[in-house]
């Protein structure tokens, strides 16, 4: 079983969520999620101020084995991309919740964060 | 769905698990990046304990082989093996496969009694009722030995590792085996067999075992610095190394002849191998296709099944794409009309943008670079 952090919120489509300050969240794919995609080589990341919705797609991580979209897990518009990914997208494999984040979104409605999955309720989704 | 005799070893190296041809194989421990590093620079291991083991014994095992493979089991001296496709009547691929001429455990042995062929696990079926129908004609028993193991083990320093490592029995003679050699010897009263093949371009060994001694080889070399390497890492190198793999690059309604393994059809001494008309009829014809590698110029990763373009028009398909770790580019296999030559830039589009990819003579990969 791969590692849940139980401090960040989850979405069923395998991205976490982390609360920043000033309404900003971190957003990045779990590490089951990369396990599953296997080595990352390439990544399509948004440009900063695109708004997005809850289920957009932001972008895609291109595996060796797949290419596969991310998804907005909430409402607002891009802040920050990681641009170190561009250089070295193994991060997404070696540091999922960490170094390999992707996204930071100034969200419009703190209450959207509610409807997402908490550890535990991610936890069952992945057992 | 089964499991290979190495599952628990899988379990224990943090393997991410897969089904493949209904077995749950590792498809990588961690990084399969990491795990094609290993193969090229030092070396890596492999549980092919999944693929089929066909032995072929009797009066006829020599005749029988000659009919049913493309290339020819009788330019092969006991102790040798050969690479071949197994062709329909159409001249299509049933399969292809590793044929060795096995050497007798006491010496003195003449002429060809034991030919062992190793087959794809997932044509299983169809290869299967293909050798027993067509093995009725001939004095020969078809054997699927049970309770062994495989082990590919592949890298510049498998064979010195492996010289170490294995029992003195297979070791003494493997410094001085060539590629595509085997050699069998009993050990504790079991037979083990050790040959100079593989699917990396890489130097190596495939070792065919009892089931209940892998185990404990597997963490001989585990203990020597092995790295445990799932079916992705086995997929990245042999697509860098040119080599066809089946059910993407050929299947039953394909021609070896479109799927650059010509080279794989043995027609002198004249022979009445299965699928030999048919070749012939093709080449009378006039073939039109090819396969070639293809190389991305820019960034991706090439799939399956993706259309290539030249000047606007079709002129192929990729039918193994991929990523190689040693060139850090998207590389693939691809069937191109023969009009397209090596030194051509082709096409494809892959989300909405066109990238351009350079056509080139396989390997993808030259000297492990």
């Known amino acids: 079983m791969s590692e849940i952090l139980s401090e960040l919120k989850y979405t069923e489509t395998h991205e976490w969520l982390r609360c920043d300050e000033a309404n900003t969240v ?7 999620a990369q396990q599953q995609l296997g080595d990352v ?10 708004r997005v919705d809850v289920g957009d797609s932001c972008g895609v991580l291109e595996s060796v084995k797949a290419a596969g979209d991310f998804y907005a897990p909430i409402k607002g518009h891009v802040v920050a991309v990681n641009e170190a990914l561009d250089e070295n997208p193994a991060l997404i494999n070696q540091d999922p919740y960490g170094d390999g984040w992707l ?20 936890t069952q989704l992945v057992g | 769905m089964r499991k290979t005799p190495l599952f628990l070893q899988h379990q224990s190296a943090n393997a991410v698990m897969a089904s493949f041809a209904g077995w749950q194989m590792p498809m990588h421990y961690g990084s399969s990046v990491a795990e094609h590093h290993a193969v090229r620079q030092s070396a890596g291991m492999f549980d092919v304990s999944h693929m089929t083991v066909c032995d072929v014994r009797g009066a006829d095992a020599l005749a029988f082989c000659q009919r049913v493979l493309a290339n020819d089991v009788g330019q092969c001296v006991i102790g040798h093996a050969m ?6 009547e159409q001249g299509g691929v049933i399969d292809d496969l590793i044929a060795y001429v096995m050497p007798a455990l006491t010496s003195g042995q003449a002429s ?7 087959l794809n696990a997932g044509t299983f079926e169809q290869d299967m009722a293909w050798l027993r129908e ?31 490592v294995l029992p003195a029995e297979l070791a003494d003679g493997l410094s001085s085996m060539r590629p595509f050699q085997t050699h069998c010897a009993s050990v504790e009263g079991q037979d083990w067999q050790v040959a100079t093949t593989g699917y ?30 799932g079916l ?3 997929d990245s190198l042999r697509l860098e190394a040119g080599y066809a793999l089946y059910g993407q690059d050929m299947d039953q309604n394909t021609s070896p002849l479109v799927s650059a393994l010509g080279w794989t059809i043995r027609w002198q001494p004249e022979r009445d191998f299965i699928g030999r008309e048919a070749l012939l009829a093709q080449k009378a014809a006039g073939l039109k296709e090819h396969l070639l590698g293809v190389i991305l110029v820019d960034r991706g990763v090439l799939r399956h099944g993706q259309t290539l373009t030249q000047a606007g028009q079709t002129v192929g398909v990729i039918t193994s794409g991929g990523f190689s770790p040693t060139r850090s580019v998207g590389i693939g296999l691809a069937r191109l009309q023969k009009t397209v030559q090596v030194g051509d830039t082709v096409e494809t589009v892959v989300r909405g943008k066109t990238l351009s990819l350079e056509v080139v003579k396989p390997p993808l990969i030259k000297q492990g670079k």
């Open chain 1, 26 to 32: 971190t957003v990045g794919i779990t590490a089951h």
């Open chain 1, 41 to 50: 080589v390439f990544v399509e990341l948004p440009q900063v101020e695109l």
């Open chain 1, 103 to 122: 996204i930071k979104i100034e969200l419009d409605d703190a209450s959207q964060l509610e409807a997402l999955l908490d550890a535990e309720a991610y």
């Open chain 2, 83 to 88: 690479y071949t496709c197994m062709l329909n």
């Open chain 2, 112 to 118: 060809v009694q034991h030919i062992r062929l190793i």
């Open chain 2, 134 to 164: 067509q093995s009725q004609t001939f004095e020969v028993t078809l054997d699927l030995p049970e309770g062994l193991a495989m082990l590919a083990v592949q890298g510049p320093q498998a064979l010195a590792i492996c010289s170490a």
């Open chain 2, 200 to 229: 990396t371009g890489e130097a190596g060994v495939e070792l065919v075992v009892p089931a209940a001694q892998v185990m404990a080889l597997w963490q001989a070399l585990l203990g020597a610095g092995v790295q445990p390497c």
């Open chain 2, 232 to 234: 992705a890492a086995r």
